[in-house]
């Protein structure tokens, strides 16, 4: 049953195509169903949003998906009472009017500002802390997703882990969502000792070393790239004219296939079905370190190189408990890749390194599933005002 008390706003500006919706929607999805909260969610750009959820209409003004309400973000923004909470995403900038009502209402909501992902030790001191409004009686709250103790988590949906582990042990499942995208039966490949990747990448430098790496390798190499900023980067690299989905090129021992951009759910899925996932951005590095799978990331480029301080950070977290030589191999593997290195010489130490990247990938997972969810910490932290006399509890899902 939804609380009427509990009535949320999550804006969301789509700066990176699909990394920021991809961490809102999902936020706002896990808010809806596991915590009865009735959740607006603000989106500038409906077509971005379609892509990883396709029963978006990206021209409606106001739809409902899966308990969400969805708004078009638009300028100037409709009057509009604010929730009780307000959650400004991902570097995202409230509009002024909004802000004014906010200011009006009584009580003030509680106002969020939900910050990018970081391992960095900075992000616990900075995560809670009051921003007091210059003008007006409000106060902003950083809110710092994160790996360590005092920082507010990751998305991570109550049911997860029990769909992930389904799914990987049920072949009859992974043959059909092959075939549902258009690939061929994984378990067959497998008894041949094909290997199968995901790639989901910005345009890199590097790629071009690691195609090589795959075609040149002694085992096959199914390389399947959901449409992207990395396409047409290798379609060159096939002498292609053009990339679109459906599309397939080999040389040597490397298959590449093109796949459409996918539904989160079926990311999910392909994340748990791969062998080892190239992973970009926040979103889908988060979803790749749920699938218990081996994985390089590609962080987010930054000015002066802040992105590789990040980098660091978390593998400083990741590689902690792998055995040294795995560890030095992360460690010179991601910096590579993030540096537009050549990983040419790299590659055949990572493909012999997997079955003991995979027990620490699953290892690592599980780590995770000990910390208290991102949407979890939210409803904490808000609780005592977005729901009257009542307490918010989680929903059993």
């Not at 995560?127 to 360590?148: D, E, V």
């Not at 582990?165 to 067959?188: C, K, M, T, V, Y």
Request: glycine share 6%; charged share 20%.
């Amino acid at each position: 049953m939804r609380n009427p008390a509990a009535h949320w706003d999550i804006f969301c500006s789509v700066i990176d195509n699909y990394g920021d919706i991809g961490v809102t929607w999902r936020l706002a999805r896990q808010l809806a169903t596991e915590y009865a909260i009735s959740v607006r969610l603000w989106v500038d750009d409906l077509a971005a949003f379609r892509h990883i959820y396709p029963e978006v209409n990206a021209t409606a003004a106001t739809q409902f998906l899966q308990g969400v309400e969805i708004r078009h973000w638009t300028t100037p923004l409709p009057a509009t009472e604010p929730g009780s909470v307000v959650i400004e995403a991902l570097a995202c900038n409230l509009p002024d009017s909004f802000i004014h009502a906010m200011a009006e209402k009584s009580p003030s909501p509680v106002w969020i500002n939900l910050e990018y992902l970081s391992a960095e030790n900075w992000v616990q001191g900075v995560h809670g802390l009051p921003s007091p409004h210059p003008r007006l009686p409000l106060t902003k709250h950083f809110f710092m997703p994160g790996y360590l103790a005092k920082t507010g988590g990751l998305t991570r949906e109550a049911q997860l882990y029990h769909a992930r582990d389904a799914f990987q042990g049920d072949i009859n499942a992974q043959s059909r969502f092959w075939a549902e995208i258009g690939l061929p039966n994984n378990h067959a490949l497998h008894l041949r000792r094909h290997l199968r990747i995901s790639l989901f990448s910005y345009e890199s430098a590097s790629l071009a070393g690691l195609l090589a790496a795959c075609s040149q390798g002694p085992q096959p190499i199914d390389l399947v790239v959901p449409l992207g900023k990395a396409v047409p980067q290798i379609a060159t690299w096939f002498a292609a004219t053009h990339a679109q989905a459906g599309d397939h090129w080999q040389r040597g021992n490397l298959n590449v296939h093109v796949l459409p951009m996918l539904s989160q759910d079926d990311y999910d899925r392909l994340l748990w079905a791969c062998d080892c996932n190239f992973v970009r951005g926040e979103d889908s590095f988060v979803r790749a370190q749920f699938a218990a799978r081996p994985l390089i990331w590609q962080a987010y480029r930054q000015e002066e190189g802040a992105h590789l301080d990040k980098l660091a950070a978390f593998l400083d977290l990741y590689c902690a408990d792998l055995p040294p030589a795995g560890a030095s191999l992360v460690r010179e593997m991601w910096q590579a890749w993030n540096r537009e290195e050549d990983i040419h010489a790299l590659w055949p130490a990572w493909i012999a390194a997997l079955p003991v990247l995979s027990e620490h990938a699953r290892a690592w997972a599980t780590h995770l599933a000990e910390q208290t969810d991102l949407a979890a910490n939210l409803v904490e932290f808000s609780g005592g005002a977005t729901t009257g006399s009542e307490t918010l509890r989680r929903n059993p899902a």
